[in-house]
């Protein structure tokens, strides 16, 4: 019976690795589809807006870093009523704090459009698009997350697929609004998915808040709340640098590396959540510190190996690819390639992360997370002034930073 059970957990988890490979693919080639009709500047635009969307998701206060390390450990230690407060605590959270949040933001782009007219309004509107993005992400990851943590793997890998359809309309959508259509995708697909997970995510999820446990996601989700904000730092260093020696422009150039990266990073991104969840409920069944390493070990060999190979094919197919298919893209073919490089390093310490999550060693987490945002901002203003001022100097600031991570 156990050789069987995990014989179908293996196919379960086997569908959504590859689901999640065709959802990046598909997203990817939608990207470059976009690049060739929008201009460099445009994107760089984009990308600028889309850093107040990454901010805004700490919106949720670490609740969503407590309900995600706490909830699986909750369901394998069988204390279902502690995770039903879980649930509704978190989900009554986020609604209240992103409905603020894009109150408020639409105030702000309000105000600004009104008493700086001569604004551009692809930056206003990006920024107001951002906060419905960022609010609805949130929500669908909940969702998202409840489902998998469940062990529906199969039905997240199917709500992945169906979100697809959200593409050929953007492919329309491009046709009509131009730039605009990039952010109109990305909300056609939340909402997508929201609706899939609605029957298993949110149906069963009163609308209230235990305030002792509130204070309890709060208080024990910030160190985590905390670290990822760092690690956005991190992630968002190079636009920042770019943008402030640089020009917009070059940003958008610089997209071709970020989406390169983006793309590949969700395959051990996916592995490593899939892992995670194995991890949390190993370690919530037995409580041993042994066993939770002996499976990341196992998990750790496996991810290290899958994107080694995966990093090396993109280092070659990248060049000739974006010659071929975006050549105003050109000049980000190498900022690219160093990216991927990086990738294949740091993608194997998603599990040391795990292991760190797990265990609740928030001030570990935190130092190392510091260390790298150090390195990079260090490294990649360093390159950028004493070796060249162009993106590829950015890129080996990041890929510095991630090899002494």
Same mark, same amino acid.
């Given at each position: 019976m156990?050789?069987?059970n995990l014989?179908?957990?293996?196919?379960?988890?086997?569908?959504f690795?590859?689901?999640? =490979?065709?959802?990046?693919g598909?997203h990817? *080639?939608?990207?470059?589809y976009?690049?060739?009709?929008i201009?460099?500047?445009?994107y @760089?635009?984009?990308?600028?807006?889309v850093i107040?969307?990454?901010y !805004?998701?700490?919106?949720?206060?670490?609740? !969503?870093?407590?309900?995600?390390r706490?909830?699986p450990?909750?369901?394998?230690?069988?204390d279902?009523?502690k995770?039903?407060?879980?649930?509704?605590t978190?989900?009554?959270?986020?609604?209240? =704090?992103?409905?603020? $949040?894009?109150?408020?933001?639409?105030?702000?782009?309000?105000v600004?459009?009104?008493?700086?007219p001569?604004?551009?309004?692809?930056?206003?509107?990006?920024y107001?698009?951002? $906060?419905?993005i960022?609010a609805?992400?949130?929500?669908?990851?909940?969702?998202n997350s409840?489902?998998?943590?469940?062990g529906?793997? *199969?039905?997240?890998?199917?709500?992945?697929?169906?979100?697809?359809?959200s593409?050929?309309?953007?492919?329309?959508?491009?046709?009509?609004?131009?730039y605009?259509?990039?952010y109109?995708?990305?909300i056609i697909?939340?909402l997508?998915?929201?609706? =899939?997970?609605?029957?298993?995510?949110?149906?069963?999820?009163?609308?209230?808040?235990?305030?002792k446990?509130?204070?309890?996601?709060?208080?024990?989700?910030m160190?985590?709340?905390?670290?990822?904000?760092?690690?956005t730092?991190?992630?968002?260093?190079?636009?920042?640098? *770019?943008?402030?020696?640089?020009?917009?422009?070059?940003?958008?150039?610089? @997209?071709?590396?970020?989406?390169?990266?983006?793309?590949?990073v969700?395959?051990p991104?996916a592995?490593?959540?899939?892992?995670?969840?194995? =991890?949390?409920?190993?370690?919530g069944?037995?409580?041993?510190?042994?066993?939770?390493?002996?499976?990341?070990?196992?998990?750790?060999?496996i991810?290290?190996?899958f994107?080694?190979f995966?990093?090396?094919?993109?280092?070659?197919?990248?060049?000739?690819?974006?010659?071929?298919?975006?050549?105003?893209?050109?000049d980000?073919?190498?900022? $690219?390639?160093?990216?991927v490089?990086a990738?294949?390093?740091?993608?194997p310490?998603?599990?040391?992360?795990?292991?760190?999550?797990?265990?609740?060693?928030?001030a570990?987490?935190?130092?190392?997370?510091?260390y790298?945002?150090?390195?990079? *901002?260090?490294?990649?203003?360093?390159f950028i002034?004493?070796?060249s001022?162009?993106?590829?100097?950015?890129?080996?600031g990041?890929?510095?930073?991630?090899i002494?991570?």
């Open positions: 156990k050789i069987r014989l179908n957990k293996s196919r379960e988890y086997t569908f690795t590859v689901a999640t =490979m065709l959802s990046a598909v990817f *080639i939608f990207s470059i976009a690049k060739r009709s201009e460099p500047l445009e @760089g635009i984009y990308s600028t807006c107040l969307q990454t !805004m998701t700490y919106f949720q206060l670490g609740s !969503m870093n407590a309900f995600n706490d909830y450990q909750l369901i394998g230690a069988k279902y009523n995770a039903k407060a879980y649930r509704e978190t989900l009554t959270l986020l609604l209240i =704090m992103f409905g603020l $949040a894009v109150i408020i933001t639409f105030f702000i782009t309000f600004w459009k009104l008493t700086t001569d604004v551009d309004i692809r930056y206003s509107l990006g107001f698009l951002c $906060a419905i960022a609805l992400s949130v929500i669908e990851s909940f969702g409840r489902t998998r943590i469940d529906n793997f *199969i039905y997240n890998a199917i709500v992945l697929i169906v979100q697809l359809f593409v050929p309309i953007g492919i329309l959508l491009i046709q009509y609004f131009g605009y259509a990039l109109f995708t990305t697909s939340l997508i998915g929201i609706a =899939m997970f609605y029957k298993r995510g949110y149906s069963d999820v009163k609308l209230q808040i235990d305030r446990l509130l204070k309890e996601l709060i208080l024990t989700g160190p985590l709340l905390i670290n990822g904000l760092v690690w730092v991190v992630n968002t260093i190079d636009k920042f640098v *770019i943008l402030g020696f640089l020009e917009t422009e070059a940003l958008g150039v610089y @997209g071709i590396a970020q989406n390169a990266f983006s793309f590949i969700l395959i991104n592995l490593s959540n899939i892992f995670y969840v194995r =991890m949390g409920r190993e370690y069944a037995t409580g041993e510190v042994q066993q939770l390493n002996k499976v990341a070990n196992n998990f750790t060999s991810l290290a190996v994107t080694s995966i990093a090396i094919g993109a280092f070659f197919l990248i060049p000739p690819f974006v010659r071929l298919v975006v050549p105003k893209y050109v980000g073919i190498a900022s $690219a390639q160093i990216l490089v990738l294949a390093i740091y993608a310490t998603l599990i040391n992360g795990n292991i760190l999550t797990i265990l609740k060693k928030n570990v987490i935190l130092r190392l997370s510091v790298l945002c150090i390195f990079n *901002i260090l490294f990649s203003i360093l002034l004493f070796i001022k162009d993106i590829s100097s950015v890129a080996y990041t890929a510095v930073a991630y002494l991570y």
